[in-house]
């Protein structure tokens, strides 16, 4: 089993009491309330206790030190800023897109089914229930939750089957609650409307695409008994040899066939 090692013994964690040490007397003994300046037993800190810092105030008075100062100043043995040389030197691999960088660093337990009341999910004996109104699409669809643990107000929502982003949903059992449950009866009575109107739509364009064909099928019969009727009267409307105007309907029907043809060559 680990056994730690007690501070200020640096023989075997150097690095560490290195940074701790700067961090001592560049920041911690600036504060109000070290015991440098105040004493060090519990009697000096009751009477001072006014001075102290909570651990919240203590937590930004650190991070302004190292954003401002640690990361700025020139270090002694690469003789740059550490903030410069980290640029400079460093090799960065950045995911393609916000979606991926989630994919990395965001957590991810087990796969749940959306119900039509939102995802149930549980973490450390407390009951969540994430919903959002993009959830309505995917109802019964299995899914996959990825949340920081630290913020569970929210999750985002990816389909387990592609991976692929669907939405972000609200922890419903929240103290301050962005949906309710109102809110999910009218987003599901909001949907079946919209499923009844989509097929009705469908069901009247069913009904014209039949009609229009219907229609066609009518139409095209009307042809085709025409043709055939004309086609029985073709031997009545043939030239009859004997007739006197028979070489004035052959050069006729001469000049329709050229016309036919084409227009290319004039007509003399």
Request: charged letters at 30%; aromatic letters at 8%.
């Amino acid at each position: 089993m680990p056994c730690p090692d007690p501070p200020y013994y640096p023989n075997s964690k150097g690095k560490c009491e290195r940074f701790f040490k700067t961090l001592d007397k560049g920041c911690l003994r600036l504060l109000a309330g070290h015991m440098a300046a105040i004493g060090v037993s519990e009697g000096a800190a009751l009477k001072r206790v006014h001075e102290l810092l909570t651990l919240q105030q203590l937590d930004k008075e650190i991070a302004i030190w190292i954003d401002q100062k640690y990361h700025k100043r020139k270090h002694s043995e690469t003789r740059r800023a550490p903030a410069e040389h980290w640029k400079e030197t460093v090799l960065l691999h950045m995911p393609k897109s916000e979606d991926d960088l989630n994919l990395l660093l965001l957590k991810y337990d087990k796969t749940c089914r959306i119900c039509n009341t939102g995802i149930k999910f549980s973490r450390d004996g407390i009951r969540h229930r994430f919903w959002s109104p993009e959830l309505a699409d995917y109802f019964r669809r299995d899914v996959m939750l990825r949340y920081n643990p630290e913020d569970m107000d929210s999750v985002l929502v990816y389909c387990a089957a592609t991976s692929d982003f669907l939405c972000e949903a609200f922890d419903m059992l929240a103290e301050n609650p962005r949906y309710t449950i109102d809110d999910v009866k009218q987003t599901r009575s909001q949907y079946r409307r919209g499923v009844l109107e989509r097929m009705k739509m469908y069901l009247n364009n069913v009904y014209d695409n039949d009609r229009d064909a219907t229609a066609r099928a009518e139409r095209q019969e009307e042809v085709r008994q025409s043709a055939n009727e004309l086609e029985a009267q073709e031997p009545e409307l043939s030239p009859d040899a004997s007739a006197p105007e028979t070489e004035a309907m052959q050069a006729l029907l001469d000049l329709f066939k050229q016309q036919d043809r084409g227009a290319n060559h004039p007509l003399l």
